[in-house]
């Protein structure tokens, strides 16, 4: 039987008086203790309410999150009595083959827990400790968005438009609208704020490939890969992190006998689910084993010739651009004519401890398959060399020919199809025409002056003013997600500097204990939204308002809207407007925007539920390869540019012409590993989005924050199984258990992005976020992040 959305239907075996009775007994005895509100009491009893309970008048409503995981699955609420009593997803056999929806993760199935959990924030509350203490004290909505607006408009008038900042804040961005845009429209309209660019997901990737094509290298759609003989995944890790549809297409390309090869540290789950072939390597090497994999391709006289010579320039010396000295290309610095060095597979291998053999094999490999597809993920490029990696790949599909053709990979990974497919609200302009690279802001904090072009300002020659005032509207970058929080910290507890922080949130996260004002927002399924996948999925989902919130828990653009009232903008900022309306607004702008489309009305979608795109397949730089004449690439040569003269001109050994290997900063080269020998690497975990539910029991239950180490790297410390252990460096320590494991190679060490911070008094974190270890060194060319380049040492706690 089909699923018609929205059904009623009677629970076949209900027994509703014994269900209601159990229903008030648990209710009931939460009841009998004094201490309890009942409006607690309430909460909890509805978390207490078991699958079996009350079905009788249960209504199913299709929905999906507004969380930043890239895949926007179908999950299905049980509604009875406006209470969500148990969560399931679409039953495999509904499987539409012309719309492939998801069927809920790990993390879907556990959203009730989310959403009932008796911790979530209840009130408005205002600092009263120092800043970071973590504690408030309860005030009423009319004084916090009074204080909202008297300290936007005091830190506007004092300082100017620019010492206001929006921060990191993915929480719900996985949907159309947010409070966190609503927020940015808020501040344009009454003077503007320092916004910031580069994307701390993939902006290295964004900032590099351009330098090959022109534009940032995208993937093609995964429907063109069904051909595809052999897949390398490099540090790419689909079966925890979803990315849209990639699962289904790779599971049906497995069937087929695509091979699959993974390039990574770890033994991911991608590894267990698809490998024919696991090639782990220490982080920030990648280049190096790409340089041999080049390497063994031209000397074997592997690559495309005739592709090299129609479409490319820097890859030999005939081949180069005007004004570059002799034995700058490819072929001369592989070959060793440049430096003296040959970058052979045995080289790599002393770099790499991949053996030499392996990456013959795999050049080989990858070069007389046809169609082959590398595919690099984005925990790669999160390093300081990530630029260079995420170019190299670029190198490797080119020499190959594997670059517009169908069934192969230009390189990159992002969506095809905008991941932005709703058209969404217009933003007023903003007056501050001066932007930062999100590695700038805590710089822009402490001495504005010293955020120059050179170090990321973009669009003006200096900052007028530091940073004053802080919104995190769904975010946990303060004191969780952000590099190096100790450093941070500091920074935030000097109420000098940042002098008033807004957050909203869903919890007492460790972010939003810096906060001077915390808001406890409305859970996804108390709002109504659109949910769109990244751009690897083709199709938008209804996010439906599904229960009433409870306590005094507010959208943020409810609140907004109250502050823009006092600040008297509420009708330029609203348009009259409520949230739904706005909902309804973006489906209805889309609609015009997009008439090919055909999309269904917002009446329409609430009973259709979701919309596939039309989407043909897509090959990138298609058009640049089968016309070229007339479809030159944007580089400045009209060509691939394998040697990127701008990038030479640079003169930035960071960042070479040609991506090459050069030894990272706090990579395995850099003289420090003798004081701290292994390389540390988050990785993100099935059972959370970044941190987003990380106080869910459910999701704590399926993966415990542990530390991977390799049997060996353990027994040279004496660690055993079961173990706690400190993780160090100068930066920090975070102690957790250990899991001793072959899934992580020598050398390495790993452990699940998103675990909430959780300093002892002594200031060592027991609730292992590595980011108390990580730095925030800016990558050369994005001025970006990197969360993953890092030296520590272990030992037992
Ligand atoms: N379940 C889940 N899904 C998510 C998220 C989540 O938190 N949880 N987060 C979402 C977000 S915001 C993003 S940006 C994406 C991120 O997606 P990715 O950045 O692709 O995910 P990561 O797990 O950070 O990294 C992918 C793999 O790279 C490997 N790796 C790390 N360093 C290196 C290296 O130097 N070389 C090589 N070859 N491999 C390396 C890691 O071991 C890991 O298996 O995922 C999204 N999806
Ligand atoms: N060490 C390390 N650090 C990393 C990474 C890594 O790989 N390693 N990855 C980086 C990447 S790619 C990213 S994208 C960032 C992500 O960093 P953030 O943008 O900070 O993302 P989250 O950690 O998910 O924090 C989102 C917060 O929003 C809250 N939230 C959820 N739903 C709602 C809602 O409806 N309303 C409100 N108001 N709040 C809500 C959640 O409780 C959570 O506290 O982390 C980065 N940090
Ligand atoms: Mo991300």
């Known amino acids: ?253 497995k069937e087929n006998g695509t091979r699959f090869i993974v390039v990574d540290p770890r033994y991911s789950d991608t590894a267990t689910s698809y490998a024919d072939q696991w090639i782990p390597l220490l982080p920030t090497t990648d280049n190096a084993m790409m340089d041999a994999m080049m390497y063994v391709i031209v000397t074997e006289n592997l690559h495309d010739k005739a592709f090299i010579e129609r479409h490319t320039l820097g890859f030999d010396e005939q081949n180069m651009p005007e004004g570059v000295p002799a034995n700058e290309s490819l072929v001369a610095y592989l070959t060793g004519v440049k430096d003296g060095v040959v970058k052979t597979p045995e080289w790599a291998e002393k770099i790499t401890k991949v053996p030499a053999q392996t990456i013959r094999q795999l050049a080989r490999d990858y070069a007389t398959t046809k169609p082959a597809a590398l595919i690099q993920g984005w925990g790669p490029q999160r390093h300081i060399c990530g630029e260079r990696t995420a170019r190299a790949s670029t190198l490797l599909a080119t020499i190959t020919g594997n670059v517009g053709v169908k069934g192969g990979w230009a390189g990159g990974y992002g969506g095809i199809a905008s991941r932005k497919f709703m058209t969404g609200i217009v933003q007023p302009q903003n007056p501050v025409k001066a932007t930062i690279s999100i590695m700038n802001w805590m710089q822009a904090v402490e001495d504005a002056s010293k955020v120059r072009p050179e170090d990321g300002l973009k669009n003006a020659d200096k900052l007028d003013t530091n940073i004053k005032m802080i919104f995190s509207l769904a975010g946990n970058y303060l004191a969780n997600q952000n590099p190096d929080i100790n450093k941070t910290i500091k920074l935030l507890e000097d109420e000098s500097k940042v002098e008033f922080i807004v957050a909203s949130d869903l919890f007492l996260t460790p972010s939003a204990k810096y906060a001077d004002l ?69 489906v209805e702008q889309t609609r015009v925007t997009r008439p090919e489309e055909n999309l269904p009305t917002f009446e329409q979608l609430q009973v259709q539920r979701q919309h596939l795109f039309k989407s043909a397949p897509h090959v990138a730089f298609e058009k640049n390869i089968t016309d070229p004449q007339n479809n030159p690439f944007t580089t400045p040569s009209g060509k691939i540019e394998i040697f990127s003269k701008r990038l030479y001109d640079m003169q930035n050994p960071e960042i070479p012409a040609l991506s090459h290997y050069v030894p990272a900063t706090e990579g395995p080269e850099d003289k420090l590993i003798e004081k701290y020998p292994l390389q540390l690497i988050t990785w993100k975990g099935k059972h959370r989005a970044n941190s987003t539910q990380y106080a869910n029991p459910w999701l704590q239950e399926v993966e415990p924050q542990t ?49 909430w911070w959780n300093p002892d008094k002594d200031g060592v974190d027991r609730g292992g976020c590595a980011n108390v270890l990580t730095s925030t060194r800016m990558t050369a060319l994005a001025k970006g992040n990197s969360h993953q380049t890092l030296l520590v040492e272990v030992k037992k706690a």
């Open 1 to 253: 039987m089909k699923y018609k959305p929205n059904e009623t239907r009677e629970s076949e075996k209900g027994d509703f008086t014994v269900n209601r009775r159990r229903l008030l007994q648990a209710g009931g005895a939460l009841i009998a203790l004094p201490f309890i509100s009942s409006k607690i009491a309430n909460a909890t009893s509805k978390a207490l309410v078991s699958p079996s309970v009350a079905r009788r008048e249960e209504r199913i409503v299709q929905t999906c999150s507004t969380f930043d995981c890239g895949g926007k699955c179908d999950v299905r609420v049980h509604l009875s009595q406006g209470t969500v009593t148990r969560i399931s997803t679409r039953p495999d056999s509904a499987l539409d083959e012309q719309m492939p929806v998801m069927r809920a993760c790990v993390r879907g199935r556990a959203y009730r827990q989310f959403v009932y959990h008796p911790n979530r924030l209840k009130y408005p509350m205002l600092r009263v400790g120092k800043r970071g203490e973590g504690k408030f004290k309860r005030i009423s909505w009319d004084e916090a968005t009074t204080l909202i607006a008297e300290q936007m408009k005091r830190i506007g008038d004092t300082y100017g438009p620019a010492a206001r900042f929006a921060h990191v804040a993915t929480g719900v961005s996985g949907g159309s609208f947010s409070g966190d845009k609503m927020l940015k429209r808020l501040l344009n309209l009454t003077g503007g704020y320092l916004g910031y660019y580069h994307s701390v997901s993939m902006g290295n990737t964004a900032a590099a490939t351009p330098y090959t094509y022109g534009v940032a290298a995208s993937g093609s759609s995964l429907d063109t890969l069904s051909e595809t003989k052999l897949v390398i995944l490099w540090g790419h890790n689909p079966t925890e992190t979803i990315f849209g549809h990639t699962n289904y297409f790779y599971k049906k390309m």
């Open 518 to 586: 915390l808001l406890p927002e409305t859970s996804f399924m108390e709002r109504w939204n659109i949910g769109e996948t990244w751009g690897t999925g083709s199709y938008f989902m209804l996010s439906e308002k599904v229960i009433e919130p409870d306590f005094e828990r507010r959208s943020d653009y409810e609140w907004l809207r109250e502050v823009a009232a006092k600040m008297g903008v509420e009708a330029a900022f609203s348009e009259g407007r409520d949230e739904k309306q706005w909902v309804e607004y973006i």
């Open 707 to 755: 530390l991977w180490i390799n049997p060996q790297d353990a027994k040279n410390r004496q660690i055993v199984q079961g173990d706690e252990v400190q993780i160090y460096n100068d930066r920090g320590v975070s102690r957790v258990p250990v899991e001793i494991t072959s899934r992580i190679m020598p050398g390495v060490v790993a452990m699940r992005s998103g675990a």
